[in-house]
């Protein structure tokens, strides 16, 4: 494992995430919530080593429980589990077309988003009613993931190439 590679790929994703986080602060006044999960996943489980993929998904996930208010740990567990997923798939999947990275995505990010919001609406005063935003949310986040995909997986190609740490060699 490439610790050149950990810290420039960690890094691409401090990125995403204030990027992201900003996103949201802005969209505070109409109350829309941008959920960017896949992209902390799908990358590194498509073209980094399964360890390397790992630990960097855990450290994304780290990142995203220190700054939510919930039990820290269950964003590093889904995305964990999203990458083993995804990284066993990875030999059947396009991963080398813009079109399939970004229905890979856009299906991670569902299904993340589901599982995330099951283990949570419980919190909530009134679950049932909470639907609907949640609904408005997952679409916001699908149609920026959408835009956003393609960028980001470039950022992440170009930051190891600048770091000299490929994202070819394979294991």
């Known amino acids: ?21 900003q996103l949201n602060h802005a ?8 959920f960017a999960g896949a992209l902390y996943v799908v990358a590194q489980a498509l073209f980094q080593p399964l360890r390397t993929g790992l630990v960097i998904s855990l450290l994304g996930g780290l ?3 220190a700054t939510t208010p919930v039990t820290f740990g269950t964003h590093a567990f889904l995305f964990v589990a999203a990458h083993a997923a995804v990284y066993h798939l990875r030999d059947r999947l ?3 077309d ?15 988003f589901l599982v995330f919001s099951f283990t949570q609406v419980h919190r909530s005063p009134a679950p ?3 639907w609907p935003r949640l609904l408005v949310d997952l679409l916001c986040s699908q149609l920026f993931l959408a835009l956003i995909t393609p960028w980001f997986f470039a950022l992440q ?10 994202r070819e060699n394979l294991a």
């Open 98 to 112: 813009a079109a399939g990275r970004i229905v890979m995505v856009l299906l991670v990010n569902l299904g993340l």
């Open 63 to 65: 990142l995203c429980d």
């Open 1 to 21: 494992m490439s610790t050149r590679r950990v810290f420039v790929l960690f890094g691409t994703l401090l990125v995403l995430w204030a990027i992201v986080a």
């Open 157 to 166: 190609h170009r930051a190891l190439v600048l770091a000299r740490a490929s």
């Open 27 to 34: 969209l505070t006044a109409i109350r829309v919530y941008l």
């Open 94 to 96: 396009p991963r080398d």
């Open 128 to 130: 049932a009613a909470i």
